[in-house]
């Protein structure tokens, strides 16, 4: 983050002329007015914290770390929203808070000193108090077991995941064949073997990143298939009879053809058939009784067309998704699930069973729209009766993956801001950050810019979790812009605007500003990394429909690490004036009523 004195004063805001609402309605600015912060902020950045865990149970101790030298003076204070909840002198380079009782709290800890009525902000950090990771899902991945997985690479990946408050790991393509997942029998457990691809798999390897992830809090999930076999499962005990077939006359077993190099093609069976339930649950138990395993990240292919079974019948596969779910569930209840929608395929039985511990969704050219998130997450919302939340697999710089190179900044943050402020998760970091469905590719690499804020983003979703994911009503907002510049403009997002997000929560009004004033395409995948950088926008001044206005504060994970900031303002019968002193990709303003 550069440094900036920022919100050292607000740029005057033309008044609207509000005798009564139809004055109001004609948007006519006829006064000059200025609109200050409550206490001016300075943008420095320049200390690391991190805390021991990426969640927290209620009542349990949080233990911070800052690198760096500590300001004379310095405090630590810990905020829900913008109230301060405890406030600290902090003399050394660690620091311990007990979490409150509450469960499903976000919080934000910052450490400031306090001059002339400015206040330095030094370092923020996220805090997640919750006692199950799916109520706030932030999920991330392993992709390689081999031997350049030292103890040491494992536990720097682990704490950059941390540092981002991952609370749960797919483990991807970890097995040894999709199904006989275990690297060898229950008894007799394999140093090593090959995955698919024929890449070396290390169980101590794996082993390590499990421990590894539990010691941060976070859940270990193993990938696989619903209904995958090799070409020697039938030695296996898999039964011809199980298998989809794409004739009626059960000749041509359904399959995935790979590569030659690779271990098999992959033939698809049944999901619902009860032999194959039985079969793979037995397989499942072979792993949870040699690794701790926290679950089952169950995978899919999407649309099949017309598949059959042995004996003709067609089978309907998102009917089968939530059978296989269900069986699953009744076999190992204490154990998680997540089921992937590949392009929404399944999508409304597998929020039906009501038995994943949230939603997950791949999206791909047939979605590649921004609006196209909120849409997944309406839908899923209505389909899980609003107790479940989102992650989109939604893989970034597409087009770019084949060859060596950068991810592209722009793109990933206002990718980023955009899920974020819709209330949903980004599956995007693991061992590298995603760029392809196939997750050991890593040719594109996050520059030193993007980690960065990458940080700060997740910081933001993680503090601020309870106004962006805790549920409340999606509404559309009515603001405008003050400055004939700049637009504003509703949810979908169009170019060359500033799209509001509007939420209602409580007793506060939430409006996340996304700024698409210069984006060149309203498709999130950003296929060659080309999305420009945004100029920021700077106070901008604003009319919003609200009444009853006691306070508004505004943050921004693009500003001062995400620090609540409380801005003034003017109540004028149904409306408040004020000014929205920055948005970069990011700002989102709360109206406390």
């Known amino acids: 983050m550069k440094k900036m004195n920022i919100l050292l004063f607000i740029a005057a805001l033309s008044a609207f002329s509000c005798s009564s609402d139809n004055d109001a309605n004609n948007n006519e600015y006829t006064n000059i007015e200025t609109f200050s912060p409550i206490v001016a902020m300075n943008d420095y950045i320049n200390l690391e914290i991190t805390t021991d865990k990426a969640i927290y149970a209620p009542e349990s101790q949080v233990n911070f770390k800052i690198s760096g030298t500590i300001p004379e003076g310095a405090k ?32 934000l800890a910052d450490v400031y000193t306090l001059s002339d009525n400015k206040e330095n902000i030094y370092a923020t950090i996220g805090i997640d108090v919750s006692t199950n990771w799916k109520r706030f899902p932030r999920y991330g991945f392993v992709g390689t077991y081999d031997a350049t997985k030292t103890s040491s690479q494992i536990e720097n990946e682990l704490h950059f995941l941390n540092r981002c408050h991952i609370n749960g790991l797919q483990f991807y393509d970890w097995q040894n064949k999709h199904h006989w997942p275990l690297g060898g029998t229950r008894d007799n457990l394999l140093d090593e073997y090959k995955d698919i691809a024929n ?89 949870y009784s040699n690794l701790d395993f926290d679950g089952f990240h169950i995978d899919q292919v999407g649309d099949r067309g017309t598949v059959y079974d042995y004996y003709g019948g067609i089978i309907n596969l998102p009917h089968s998704f939530a059978s296989f779910i269900k069986a699953i569930k009744e076999a190992r209840p204490e154990k998680s699930l997540v089921m992937n929608a590949v392009s929404r395929f ?59 190179g950068t991810f592209n900044t722009p793109g990933i943050l206002l990718t980023d801001a955009v899920i974020f402020a819709l209330g949903g998760a980004h599956l995007e970091l693991g061992d590298h950050m995603l760029c392809h469905e196939y997750f050991p590719n890593n040719n594109l690499q996050m520059s030193s810019e993007l980690k960065k804020n990458i940080v700060a983003y997740y910081d933001f979703m993680t503090a601020y979790e309870n106004l962006l994911r805790d549920g409340g009503q999606q509404t559309t907002s009515d603001i405008t812009s003050g400055d004939q510049t700049i637009s504003i403009n509703a949810w979908p997002p169009v170019t060359h605007g500033v799209t509001a997000i509007n939420r209602n929560v409580g007793n506060q009004q939430v409006i996340n500003l996304i700024n698409f004033t210069q984006a060149n ?31 508004i504060w505004i943050a921004s994970p693009d500003y001062m690490g995400g620090a ?18 920055n948005l970069k990709y990011w700002s989102m303003i709360v109206l406390e009523k």
């Open 76 to 107: 630590i204070r810990i905020r829900h929203g913008a109230d301060v909840i405890e406030e600290q002198s902090l003399s050394a380079n660690t620091f311990s808070w007990t979490a409150p009782s509450a469960d499903n709290m976000g919080y």
């Open 199 to 287: 890449r070396q798999v290390l169980t101590s390897v794996v082993k390590n990143y499990i421990s590894c992830a539990h010691e941060h809090g976070m859940k270990a999930m193993f990938y696989n298939l619903c209904y995958g076999a090799l070409d020697d499962a039938q030695t296996d005990g898999v039964n011809r009879h199980w298998y989809l077939y794409k004739n009626n006359k059960h000749s041509d077993i359904d399959k995935l053809t790979l590569s030659k190099d690779w271990k098999s093609d992959i033939y698809l069976l049944d999901p619902s058939h009860k032999d194959w339930q039985n079969y793979i649950i037995e397989r499942n138990n072979d792993v």
């Open 346 to 404: 399944g999508q409304q039985n597998i929020a039906g069973t009501n038995d994943v511990d949230f939603l997950y969704n791949e999206m791909w050219g047939s979605e590649d729209k921004f609006s196209d998130f909120g849409k997944v997450i309406n839908e899923n919302n209505y389909f899980s009766g609003n107790t479940m939340n989102t992650v989109f697999a939604a893989y970034m710089d597409y087009g770019k993956s084949g060859e060596q």
């Open 521 to 551: 395409s309203l498709s999130w995948r950003d296929m060659n990394g080309t999305q420009p950088e945004p100029t920021t926008l700077n106070n901008i001044p604003v009319r919003i429909k609200a009444s009853g206005v006691k306070k």
């Open 564 to 581: 609540p900031q409380q801005i003034s303002f003017r109540q004028d019968n149904n409306y408040v004036m004020t000014t929205v002193p």
